[in-house]
């Protein structure tokens, strides 16, 4: 039997730690789609791994982990990934570590371009380059990993060279200077820290960008990832005959979808059921697919969050600090659990069972909502198409039920979880309808609840 593990609303719900539980059950793992928006952060004996792009399951011996077709890879994020990993005494190399062949790369002028964007009309987006390499992957223009390996020097630098001049050209005919970028990104901290390995090495407040570094960059990558590079698609195949175990680990969250989320408050890549088969190439079934939710909600960037708390409660909830994106170190946004969307999510993943994390978050509140249904134009509604101009309009309808008011923390099983939050599970799971089968309490890998 094959797994997924998707994001229930906008990305950050805690798969990271759920990835990391079921994968000692699967031979392979495997990352299907988004880039080094990513962030999965999994606590492992006190000591806290980041990953953007390789499978949290890195992280168990004997594992196959895999990164598919439908990745967008920063060869500079994914080569510190490998280096610090390895310096953590992870063992990584050509029989642990797979990248598909077909996979695109996000290059510097993908993180030019994304700039330039947001510089003029921004949603958010975390600054990775993400929405204009998979533009160039749908305009025939991108550039994929078997071309960095199999391109002749002078082809690659062809290929480069006039696609950072076509962005340059785009800068300058919306009026936007090097300095003018350079200002943009010294205004705020976190695009500095988001920015930093760009302005770094690539950028030039002469020329936009440093060409040649550009191209060294990327052929100093070829001979170091090589020996990675694999069929995945074919690798899959085999190992489903060879009746071997398959999780596919959904990144970013369902109302993040390019086709079904808060659109166009979205990224780029479908996060949902689809984007874990066209992002490997497979079509055989994913039988179990687990929909993973905080027992709250969090967003960050911009676009309409119906459920979100404007008060004080929202810092009871974030008090632990971990309410920063692992990626951009960006603040997210809070909400109560939000069952309409919920209840959408599950639709369109087809939900087999619910991962509910981060429930002792809520141990010190007296009261705890949950949205059930929304109110637009007058009327209560409880099923919505949440383009981000419908979500505009909507107005949560809540109930309220009363808090547990003591710790949740490290709990291991639902029998001794406070009465009081054993019905908040249970309420989510009957205004949802699907089980909640495993519940997170807590940082650490042994917090987790599997409930019978
Ligand atoms: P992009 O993926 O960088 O293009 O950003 C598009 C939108 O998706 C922005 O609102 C980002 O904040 C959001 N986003 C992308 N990746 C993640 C993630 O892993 N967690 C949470 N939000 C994300």
Redesign the pocket.
């Known amino acids: 039997m094959h797994t997924a593990v998707i ?1 229930g609303l ?3 719900e805690g798969k990271g730690k759920i990835i990391d539980f079921l994968a000692k059950d699967a031979d392979i793992i495997v990352r299907c789609q ?2 080094d ?3 999965h952060t999994v606590k492992v004996s006190s000591k806290k791994f980041v990953l953007h792009l390789i499978p949290s399951s890195i992280l168990h011996e004997s594992k196959k982990n895999i990164i598919g077709s439908g990745v967008v890879i920063n060869l500079d994020t994914i080569l510190q990934e490998i280096d610090e990993l390895q310096k953590q005494g992870i063992r990584i190399d050509s029989s642990t570590l797979f990248i598909s062949e077909l996979a695109h790369i996000i290059t510097p002028y993908h993180i030019l371009n ?1 700039i330039l964007n947001e510089l003029s009309q921004g ?9 204009p390499a998979y533009a160039d992957k749908i305009r025939r223009k991108g550039l994929i990993m078997l071309d960095l390996i199999q391109f002749s020097e002078e082809d690659l630098k062809k290929k480069v060279y006039d696609e950072i001049d076509e962005v340059i050209a785009y800068a300058k005919q919306k009026g936007i200077t090097p300095e003018k970028i350079f200002a943009w990104i010294e205004e705020k901290e976190t695009r500095k820290k988001m920015l930093k390995n760009f302005l770094e090495k690539y950028f030039s407040r002469e020329t936009f960008i440093d060409k040649e570094k550009v191209l060294l960059s990327l052929l100093e990558a070829r001979k170091k990832l090589k020996n990675y590079v694999a069929d995945i698609a074919w690798m899959l195949d085999q190992a489903n005959k060879e009746n071997k175990k398959i999780l596919f680990e959904g ?3 369902t109302m ?1 979808d390019i086709c079904f989320g808060s659109y166009p ?5 479908n996060t949902t059921i689809g984007g874990l088969y066209t992002g490997t190439g497979i079509g055989f079934s994913i039988e179990k697919k687990v929909l993973v939710f905080k027992a709250f909600s ?6 309409p969050f119906p459920t979100e708390i404007k008060d004080k409660t929202s810092d009871i909830i974030a008090e632990d600090g971990t309410e920063f ?4 170190g ?1 603040a ?1 946004r809070i909400g109560w659990f939000d069952a309409v969307l919920a209840r959408y999510s599950a639709r369109v993943n087809d939900a087999s069972i619910l991962a509910i994390t981060k429930l002792d978050r809520l141990d010190m509140l007296d009261e705890i909502k949950i949205c059930y249904a929304y109110e637009m134009e007058g009327k209560q509604i409880k099923n919505v198409t949440p383009t981000a101009r419908i979500l505009e309009k909507c107005i949560p309808v809540f109930e309220t039920l009363p808090g547990w008011k003591q710790s949740t923390q490290g709990i291991a099983s639902f029998e001794k979880l406070p009465v009081n939050a054993q019905g908040y599970i249970k309420r989510i799971q009957e205004l949802v309808g699907i089980p909640v089968k495993i519940i997170g309490t807590g940082q650490e890998r042994e917090n987790i609840i599997v409930v019978s």
């Open positions: 994001g906008w990305g950050d988004g880039g928006n990513a962030g994304d949603i958010g987006t975390t600054l990775r380059g993400i929405g990144a970013q969250g993040l408050f979205v990224t780029c890549s969090t967003r960050v960037g911009g676009g994106g692992a990626t951009t960006r997210r």
